[in-house]
């Protein structure tokens, strides 16, 4: 079990360090519009929806990836001053009772749509562009991610109490 974790925990955290290089993209497609609209009078809508797409890729990786970090948003005030084992075990509780289930039923509800979006290879509505589907794609795996991560910390409390270290 502890293996399959650090695979896990490995794969995440790959996705993650891969993720971060959207960022780049992303402002400089969002940035573009406005300069493609006015001055080169060609390409902005393009533009915009090639940004919200990657963008939309982007947070998908990025929650996860911030989560990871302990640079997400989180309620820990008392929990510093707590061991390192306790706080394992509130994190593995938080992912069993609210992040495993949530991304479960994210998939669940929303994957079936995504799927059928993906099929169809959706466009933008305004546009015409393609690349909409990849925006529904980016919701399955924000939840794919969240429910791995939560797989991964649930695992985390398991660990041997005398590994403080890890």
């Not at 939309?56 to 990836?65: D, K, M, Q, W």
């Amino acid at each position: 079990m502890a293996r399959f974790a650090g695979a896990l925990d490995r794969l995440v955290g790959r996705i993650g360090e891969a993720g971060k290089w959207l960022a780049l993209p992303v402002v400089l497609l969002l940035s573009a519009q406005w300069p493609l609209r006015d001055a080169v009078r060609c390409c902005s809508r393009e533009a915009k929806d090639l940004g919200q797409w990657l963008f939309a890729l982007f947070i998908a990786i990025a929650l996860t990836a911030a989560s990871r970090a302990g640079t997400h948003l989180r309620a820990d005030v008392f929990a510093r001053e707590l061991s390192r084992r306790a706080q394992r075990q509130i994190a593995a509780a938080g992912a069993a009772l609210i992040a495993l289930p949530w991304s479960i039923f994210v998939l669940f509800a929303y994957g079936r749509d995504a799927w059928r979006a993906s099929l169809v290879l959706e466009r933008f509505p305004e546009t015409n562009s393609p690349g909409y589907f990849l925006i529904k794609l980016a919701v399955v795996l924000l939840a794919a991610l969240v429910a791995t991560q939560a797989l991964v910390d649930m695992s985390g409390a398991l660990r041997d109490p005398e590994d403080e270290s890890a």
